[in-house]
């Protein structure tokens, strides 16, 4: 039977040393995300630069990332691409290395085709012959495809797609798939900046970039809606949204491992054809987490 | 001092009859919208028609909206087009017709220039010379362009400028929104879909296409709102996406008119080029009322 | 029996001073360009600020353009809005003050219902109660819309409906429109960038931004191509490109009025929110015109 | 020195049999066309289904095409993703098995981020490590995102770097990039629907879907342009368009593997998630092949 997935992961960010993976770096983010509530960890995600990484290196970072976890958190790796046929292989390894699940983006390159009826074929093939259970991956910013309510409400009837992180901020979207699928089904938000009425909508919980930086608050806002304190949880909310922004839209991967380095932990660059933030927007994103109170 | 425009108003459809206004069918409905908790109308709104509208139809219908008000709900004009001249003297012209306020669209044509500082000119300049109150619109799926949260913080300070209806459904766009204005500006949700989020965010209330329809779940759903009582809010939500998204992004206009028909108000037909529904669509749209309990 | 509209013409610029129209100096402006090939003038168009202005200017604009004109040159207005009515009444205005024909935009408000069957209720309705040839007018970038080839082939059998401008670069749009009307049809490129695959293609002619400015070089391409000289014709569209782009895409009707300023016409600012080039820009503008080899 | 790569080749695709790449059938189709004036064939491009390859089927699929070109045929592989690293190594291990030269897809994952200076870096760097000369490749239909001229012109000076596929069918850009790049810089036109005005305006020669069903025509009308005979080229790209379309924009990689079928090679049916046409389709497309002339 499906459980819910419940809770806040963060799709950890890949460190990178004089060009190499520093899977020793990764390690010591994890050491550090370990004392904290979060649920476990999302590898090879779009935060994760899994684009910009060959098939070993992801291999070899998944094994680093199941040696580093502390006992009940979660590993999830993010597998997905274009290709049934590769997506089902790197899944199978992905698991034989410790992933508990994996995250799979919708197939876009041939965005025309990309319907409904394409993504129930591509997701029930991958679904049946991958080894762990299955989360579907949609992020329009990134695709520009977008998975409607009705190929969710198919797809989540299958025994092995447990969930659908969904990282559009349309709401209504995120709402409309919640009514169309079962409770054992989770819809995970995808990015911070809906994360609170996207709970109140009935979401399980978030894989969000935020939670890099700022895994107690994401948490802590999950809990306020818990325990139905909603005026709590809505001004929690707020005061995320601009270092959120800063972290997403405005910067990127390159101010999230920017805004990782000003918070003790191990952000380092991201990898070419990425750039490195200007030290002037490194100055704004400090006076931003500041405001947050997340700095000092 | 500004006064913040809290509640539920439908942005109301405007009747036609062989083509011509039928001012005493709009009569007829605001008449049946009176005994509800509705705030007020919305005249000449984008399900309104409005851009199918003559001037002179334009006035005729607010003069026919005032005469057919009952004592304290508001009236709101829309006014807005890009030219800054027209707008304003149709402002001021719907002001003496008995508009409480006017609703005045984002320009739009020339969209590369459309940021910020064109935004920020544009709504000054009118709102120094509109004699009422000034209500601003964002709606991207139809004009293409978005008013960003840095342009509406400037602009909420104009005295006269006392709120914003945000039609995106995107929720982070208006809970950033939120979270950049003072207290008396009103932010309103444009659009049922995101109803639930956007007043859990701190909107004020709901200019809704649906609440032609359902004036007295949307008005229902805020009060569930106001007394913490969120998982009723939210479940009252999720009825509602399926009507709302059937009045709206699948059948538009044409399908708010039938379904004000099947529910006892005058819809009629929309005014070309927009075509009625056609028959199957109209027993789809009768099924989808029948499940949300709007129709027996 | 329809006459081809071959030729150039510009869609000229509104000027203003202090805010007004100045209908003296549209009358300069065409005295100049009257001593050249072009075709005739467009008014009200995009490049005319159209949307800017109210229904009287508009008119008087009409009236003053009449007056100006020299013997064989064609006026055309630009009366095209999502209202069939207003579009009606406004097109039989313009032509009694002189208009030999209408150029009307397609509708766009309701960008999702606006496909080929409500462009071809549109066209025909408006057609048909036009007195002056009518000339569709598609242009995406500001409308958010595409008029296919099928609803064109559609209305080009219309005996009122006299041509296309189709302001889109897609060449493959313009190519398969041409394919599908018949001879007498006359489409017209609508902006310099593409005027020589445009006419190559079979286009009658161009309604070009860049004719307010290089009137004699956008004739001369033409010129060339019907001589089939169309290696030159290709180099001269080269040379036209970056300053075509200039006073388009990069600085909008800002940009092109202060060229107008710097080549002895009277451009002056656009009518706000548009804001005037900065002076920096405005150096480069000037730079672009030199190389160009418009400007000394 | 660079060289360019004049002539017509085509994106061939990837035939498959229950499943499995079938790499007979591609000899049998490159046998066949080995036969025309096509200058080369590129494999793993879009309409080779590259997307849904692993990386051992597109390293089987260069050397199966090696084996079976004939001599003087330029053989392409498509190796591009938006990983620098992955793409240097399947390059340098397609150009050991055979490939002469590299087409290479912009990064496209972080779209905002994939701006000039972005494009710059990532082709710099994958053009300096890789053995064989690199084209590269855009198509924002399928990346949603565009190389501009700017980066083109500086990436142009790369020695290594010897051409641009560009599938945009915005002939503006096309000729922009050609009017800003040196003369032994190959810009080739990406789909048939602009081949004629690319070709007019100076590409270099075309890499197109439409040369795998019709090699002949798309050569012919290069010869027809260096022939200087535009009225002959240009009523044979008309006769081109509907076919063009069908196989495009209108069916995707089905309808050409369909049409490839009823013309005498080897199509099959896409592979999952893509699904082949209906019987429906296929008697349409059969249709526009005949109107073209392409079938009796």
């Known amino acids: 039977m499906k459980q819910r997935v419940n809770g806040i992961l963060p799709p950890v960010t890949t460190p990178f040393r004089n060009g190499a993976v520093a899977y020793d770096a990764l390690a010591q983010n994890i050491a550090k995300w370990n004392t904290t509530g ?11 630069e899994s ?9 070899k970072l998944v094994e680093a990332a199941t040696n580093a976890l502390s006992s009940g958190k979660l590993l999830i790796a993010g597998t997905g691409s274009d290709s049934i046929k590769e997506t ?42 991958v080894r762990v259970p299955l989360i579907m991956y949609n992020v329009p910013k990134f695709t520009g495809v977008t998975i409607e309510a009705d190929a969710v409400a198919v797809l ?16 209504a979207h995120t709402a409309e798939i919640i009514a169309s699928v079962p409770e054992n089904f989770s819809v995970l938000v995808g990015t911070a900046s809906v994360l609170y009425p996207g709970l109140a909508a009935g979401a399980a919980g978030g894989i969000l970039a935020l939670a890099n930086i700022a895994p107690n608050e994401c948490v802590e806002l999950q809990r306020l809606i818990g325990e139905g304190k909603h005026a709590e949880a809505s001004a929690l909310q707020k005061k995320l949204i601009p270092v959120n922004k800063a972290i997403t839209s405005k910067y990127g991967v390159a101010g999230l491992k920017a805004a990782m380095d000003m918070l003790g932990y191990f952000g380092g660059e991201p990898r070419s054809p990425l750039a490195p933030l200007e030290e002037k927007e490194g100055k704004e994103l400090k006076i931003t987490l500041r405001k947050a109170g997340l700095l000092d």
Chains 1, 2, 3, 4 share one sequence.
Not at 97 to 107: E, K, M, Q
């Open 38 to 48: 979060l649920r476990g960890y999302v590898v090879m995600g779009s935060n994760g």
């Open 51 to 59: 684009v910009f990484l060959t098939r070993g290196e992801k291999l």
């Open 88 to 129: 089902i292989a790197l899944s199978n390894d992905a698991a034989d290395r410790g992933a508990d699940a994996v995250l799979v983006l919708t197939p876009s390159f041939y965005k025309e085709q990309m319907k409904s009826a394409a993504f129930v074929r591509y997701f029930t093939e991958v679904a049946g012959s």
């Open 156 to 171: 989540a009837e299958h025994e092995n797609i447990i969930g659908l992180k969904n990282s559009s901020e349309n709401t």
